[in-house]
């Protein structure tokens, strides 16, 4: 599957937390950078993430902001 | 100014387009990897971006996918 | 590849519009529902997209809101 | 009230599950497809969500994207 | 139509500045306080939006970041 | 820190309601109006978000729909 998504970012899971209902996910970009992803612990269970693995961090131009400062 | 958005990546602009009321920045992270953001005109300009510019990439965690495979 | 977003919809693309710098794809997903989307120029140049292209709508679940009445 | 944004699915909610903040609330859009939504308990409460009620699922454009293969 | 978003902040369009496929919509909500929209050109013309229209910006919980400084 | 989404819209705290892993904050922000905001649980603690603050919503305008009627 391809997707139309600007911004594919391949990284290493470093932690993986579960709540009630949404699990945040955090992902080793490398350069020092670690991205966090709030998802669905159900999302989580479907892909079998765990700390470890490789992954692709996913995000839509529009919901990307810029700061200067 | 601080943000509660988890993801706050540093980089340099690399290249911005103007559309009609829509703009692309494309924002240099580091490590080969470019981050592209769409944001209004306004923006653009009020924040004076351009080329060679020293910016943020901010991106709220629940705009942040998973892939694999 | 496989990502964590909850909704994925079969469909056709029906009409495919261009702007300066976003572009709408509209798709129909059966049963008399066309989705639209709003996505980058450059994202429909790289996926070469086209009426008649089988294509999956994909949705993360947070950007889905519930209405009724 | 009638809403700006594109996408205005009609189902029949499937499952509403509560978390300590946050709910999903599944809803059958027919042809076999089912969208999640990730929404706010206090929305489900004010709305009265429950199992078997006719809603509607809203999305706007610029949050979905499109995948092909 | 009721709808899950936490947020519907009522107002009156001063501005709707239309691109080749995506609109502005500036929407004063008072205390001094103008909200920017980013549509569709569709939905503005669905809608009929133009200068002096009361309306409601309508917002998800998910989609509100706080910041302090 | 400047940043580019549109809307910043200057209030206080008046409840931090706490999930597993998901937060919602709600800041009163003048002529009645309440905005709630779901953010990560880190978030709130990283700014020590607590009822008296002085914050600002921060909203892309691409995340605004507008409704009538």
Chains 1, 2, 3, 4, 5, 6 share one sequence.
Not at 6 to 33: C, L, P
Not at 40 to 67: F, H, P, Q, R, Y
Request: hydrophobic share 40%; no cysteine.
């Amino acid at each position: 599957m391809r997707i139309s998504a600007r911004n594919q970012i391949k990284g290493k899971v470093v932690e993986v937390t579960k709540g009630a209902t949404t699990s945040h996910v955090r992902v080793d970009v490398g350069g020092g950078q670690v991205i966090t992803s709030s998802i669905t612990n159900e999302a989580v269970d479907e892909l079998g993430l765990k700390k470890g693995d490789n992954v692709i961090a996913v995000i839509k131009a529009s919901d990307v902001m810029i700061a200067v400062g």
